[in-house]
């Protein structure tokens, strides 16, 4: 079951145009109809004798979503996919790791807040981070 309005509480003192008002079809704002997750990790041991190598991917997919109250047409954002990726190694016995990952890999924009201001008409839009690719370690005390 899709996130809905079952209720809203009038406000006669305000006296907004109809493309801004909020009724009981408005879709609420950040709750896409479904948001699909899939991941996987696998451990490689004995490939090499001084380690373990560990693979990581996940995808995402988020169906259309708005991302204000509004519904406004400048923060609709349609339908995306992100996909992740990181290759670790930890030695045998040994007490950190060292990662290599890609982040957004397919390097996917999606809006992720704003702000419609339709009495001034002004609209702005946040967007994801692009594409990223790092090394990282850790240390287990």
Request: hydrophobic letters at 40%.
């Amino acid at each position: 079951m899709s996130a809905r309005y079952t209720s809203l509480i009038s406000n006669s003192a305000l006296n907004l145009p109809a493309a801004v008002q909020i009724t009981r079809s408005s879709r609420l704002q950040k709750a896409p109809a479904n948001e699909n997750l899939i991941g996987v990790d696998y451990r490689v041991s004995g490939l090499i004798p001084s380690g373990a190598l560990m693979l990581h991917a996940d995808w995402r997919f988020t169906a259309a979503t708005y991302n204000d109250a509004q519904n406004s047409i400048f923060l609709y954002q349609g339908a995306y996919s992100i996909g992740n990726a990181a290759v670790s190694w930890q030695p045998t016995g040994g007490r950190w790791s060292v990662r290599v990952f890609g982040n957004n890999i397919t390097d996917r924009r999606y809006i992720v807040s704003g702000d419609s201001n339709y009495g001034i008409g002004f609209h702005e839009a946040e967007f994801n981070r692009p594409r990223e690719w790092g090394i990282a370690g850790s240390v287990t005390f």
